[in-house]
């Protein structure tokens, strides 16, 4: 049985065009590219270029792209790197979300609890949304940096990010983004939202694990947070992953490149799932706003029964990939930091979950998933002792 | 898939004794859905004081679903007073152990059938002691 992976904010497969294009980094291009020689230069060469698509997917100029080994480094790099800056002129609040990934939030919450600084967490409403009022009021003269993520991982809704960055601009605030999950699912524009810093991660959008960027706007300036060598302007020292960085280029351009037609067709594929689910299985809900949200992600509840029950059937009986919460969060037993910002009782928490459609599934894949979901939901109902007795 | 044994998987796939018994001689519930599992526990007593029957509802992960199913079968024909001495441990080694993270639901298994028996000792004017809540203190993070 083949597998039916429905899991792509997690992770996607590397896209094959991506790995031929990696392949020779292993091998015959292997300089490194800080060496003088044309072995080293090859590679210099080929990162530039890499450079370039990435700075293309985001409206950004190539020399504002600093490569890192992922979202989690890009995260810790432009909150840590403002702190460092900011905070000796007593700059040091930090103003983010409560439906922020952990990279963002332990990040913070290590700043305030081991080196002086503030926080101010902003509230969403039902949909995941912050209220724009609650930031304007949050931002004071101490404030370094204002993170709010793009695109939520769990619930797939997208921030008013052009509202942010305007009044970030207004009050002469610093504005990062965690745009993890929105590179290549939704327009984003570094100039149109007003953006200073946003994190990326390669293998989100069909790259390499392992790699990733941090969009630092000209003129801002951050302290690295490794030393080392001069790699990067000395914001991110440490020898180029090559094949990664290459990997993360061609990514990027292909994402640029299938933009529409892969928006579309994962967006299809989940209103069909979403409509599927809503007709054929009782005691559902639908998280996550309605209208403001990345086209692949399904967030979805199935009350009276837990998550990972469901998981398992799914995983055993279809072969079928989804998610329980975030993948994070998947070994732990505590329920949704994200979910319950939006005010989803503690026991629907339990009872939902993620789908996440990436550019390879088909509608045949979903007809599969409907043959035997309601089936595994119904099963599991009959011997939940919170289920209405109808279910009997 | 949390890393789970083959014997936890198979219990989970054809969980034994699922259901009700209408007028049980004792009920047992632990847990909760806000905690994430809930278990509910019937049992059917003769007058030796011998488990005939036992039946379950769970909510919760593959684990506690595993754990209700084991649960049930070692109670069934057992003494009342034996059946209490059943432990968490004894239940995860029959289950071929357990990931550290999910002893937790090991636990609410044998107190849902402690206090189901704990019901049928009350209805019989019978000494029995109080279960704590196990989730308190069990929620291992």
Redesign the interface.
């Known amino acids: 049985m083949d597998s039916i992976y429905l899991d792509h904010s997690a992770t996607t497969p590397v896209d094959q065009r991506v790995v031929e294009k990696m392949l020779p980094y292993y091998s015959t291009h292997y300089g490194n590219a800080s060496s003088i020689h044309s072995l080293g230069q090859k590679a210099k060469d080929d990162i530039e270029i890499a450079r370039a698509h990435m700075a293309a997917l985001i409206n950004a100029s190539p020399d504002e792209i600093i490569f890192t080994s992922g979202g989690t480094e890009s995260d810790n790099l432009a909150i840590r790197g403002a702190f460092l800056k900011l905070s000796p002129n007593g700059k040091n609040h930090i103003i983010t979300t409560k439906i922020e990934h952990h990279a963002i939030l332990h990040t913070v919450e290590d700043l305030v609890k081991n080196y002086g600084a503030t926080a101010t967490y902003l509230d969403v409403d039902s949909d995941g949304l912050i209220n724009l009022e609650q930031l304007k009021s949050a931002i004071t003269d101490k404030t370094c940096i204002v993170s709010v993520m793009a695109a939520n991982n769990e619930l797939g809704t997208i921030q008013p990010m052009e509202e942010i960055g305007k009044i970030c601009k207004e009050k002469g605030v610093w504005f990062h983004t965690d745009a993890v999950q929105a590179a290549g699912k939704m327009e984003f524009d570094v100039e149109k939202f007003s953006i200073s810093m946003a994190s990326f991660s390669a293998h989100k959008f069909y790259g390499p694990k392992g790699v990733g960027a941090l969009y630092i706007k000209k003129g801002i300036n951050i302290k690295p947070i490794y030393t080392g060598g001069g790699h990067e302007k000395g914001i991110r020292p440490g020898t180029y992953n090559t094949p990664g960085i290459v990997g993360m280029g061609e990514a990027a351009r292909l994402a640029k490149e299938n933009f529409d037609d892969s928006y579309k067709h994962t967006k299809e594929l989940r209103d069909y799932l979403e409509k599927r689910i809503s007709e054929e299985i009782k005691y559902v809900g639908f998280n996550g706003s309605r209208t403001n949200r990345l086209p692949q992600v399904a967030s979805i509840s199935f009350r009276?029964?837990?998550g990972?029950?469901i998981?398992?059937f799914l995983?055993?009986e279809g072969n079928i990939q989804a998610s329980s919460g975030s993948a994070c969060t998947a070994?732990?037993?505590?329920?949704s930091h994200v979910l319950l910002a939006i005010s989803l009782?503690?026991?629907i928490c339990?009872?939902t979950l993620r789908f996440s459609f990436g550019k390879d599934n088909t509608k045949e894949q979903v007809d599969k998933v409907m043959e035997i979901l309601p089936g595994i939901i119904e099963r599991l109902r009959?011997?939940?002792?919170?289920?209405p007795k109808e279910n009997e | 898939m949390p890393m789970y044994s083959d014997k936890v998987m198979e219990h989970f796939r054809n969980p034994r004794n699922v259901g009700e018994i209408d007028s049980p001689d004792g009920t047992g519930n632990v847990g909760n859905p806000v905690c994430g599992d809930q278990m509910t526990f019937y049992i059917k007593v003769d007058e030796d004081g011998i488990i005939r029957d036992v039946k379950y509802k769970t909510f919760g992960c593959g684990a506690a679903i595993a754990v209700s199913s084991m649960v049930s079968e070692l109670a069934l024909g057992k003494h009342i007073d034996e059946a209490l001495k059943l432990t968490k441990k004894q239940v995860a080694e029959e289950l071929g152990g357990l990931p550290p993270n999910k002893m937790h639901c090991s636990n609410l298994g044998t107190a849902a059938l402690a206090r189901a028996i704990n019901d049928y000792k009350k209805k019989h004017g019978m000494p029995y002691e109080e279960i704590e809540d196990p989730e308190e203190e069990e929620h291992g993070h």
């Open positions: 009276y029964v837990e990972e029950s998981l398992m995983d055993m070994g732990d037993l505590h329920a009782p503690h026991e339990n009872s009959k011997m939940s002792p919170i289920a």
